[in-house]
């Protein structure tokens, strides 16, 4: 079964500090990745999305993501984390099943401290 | 302008009632859905529509029944609510793009809180 797993249920940081928020996925064939992040009260928006190509992919917000076929692995990056980061963050497979069917991880909550 | 809108944004009601949540996007996307976030944080799809057909129809229990007026409306309604109802609902939409390319990013609602009592 397809599943997505975010090992980290929350993750603290200094501001300023580099971040990186892991990812792992099970799936079969050739996975569509996403990474989604929702402020406190707010809907869920897409940070970035791989589908195939460069396995290094940019983001909006200076985010980006590694995908690793051989690790299962799509790791949410950032260099420098701001206090407007603080967040939610989904990562998620997409699977094609008659209908494209989005399976999200656990999510990982992001504190940044001053 | 807002993408993805729901109404209500908070819901309060009692065990047994019936209960709707509206859901419209004006992004002219073909299909829309419907998800369920737990307390937990975790979030879990119910339904699909493209182009006012069922796509996906997850195992929910039947006193969920989404409905699609038309492309860039798709509505919940919930019959005999449960305490276990109680989470937030998102409303989310995507464009479809040409057969192989891949799903397209969603775009999500602001979520209806609802609280059941």
């Known amino acids: 079964a397809q599943s997505v797993t975010q090992p980290d249920i929350h993750i603290t940081v200094s501001e300023g500090a580099s971040l990186e928020l892991r990812c792992n996925y099970s799936?079969?064939?050739?996975?569509?990745l996403f990474w989604y992040v929702q402020s406190p009260g707010q809907g869920l928006q897409l940070l970035l999305k791989?589908?195939?190509?460069?396995?290094l992919v940019q983001g909006i917000k200076g985010f980006e993501a590694e995908f690793k076929r051989s690790q299962s692995s799509f790791n949410l990056r950032k260099p420098s984390v701001h206090w407007s980061d603080a967040a939610e963050y989904f990562c998620a497979v997409v699977r094609n099943t008659g209908g494209f069917k989005t399976i999200f991880g656990a999510g990982t909550r992001l504190f940044v401290k001053a | 302008d807002t993408a993805v809108s729901q109404t209500p944004k908070y819901l309060v009601t009692q065990m047994g009632n019936d209960k709707s949540i509206k859901c419209e996007q004006n992004?002219?996307?073909?299909?829309m859905y419907w998800y369920k976030q737990d307390s937990k944080k975790f979030l879990k799809i119910m339904f699909s529509y493209n182009n006012k057909e069922l796509i996906i129809n997850e195992t929910v229990p039947n006193r969920f029944s989404p409905k699609s007026p038309d492309k860039a409306h798709l509505n919940l309604h919930i019959n005999s609510l449960e305490l276990g109802d109680s989470a937030v609902y998102f409303c989310?939409?995507?464009?479809?793009?040409?057969?192989?390319?891949?799903?397209?990013?969603?775009?999500f609602g602001p979520g209806t809180r609802l609280t059941v009592t």
């Open positions: 799936y079969g064939a050739t996975p569509y």
């Open positions: 791989y589908f195939s190509g460069d396995t």
């Open positions: 992004l002219g996307h073909d299909t």
């Open positions: 989310a939409s995507s464009q479809d793009l040409p057969r192989g390319q891949g799903p397209y990013e969603q775009y």
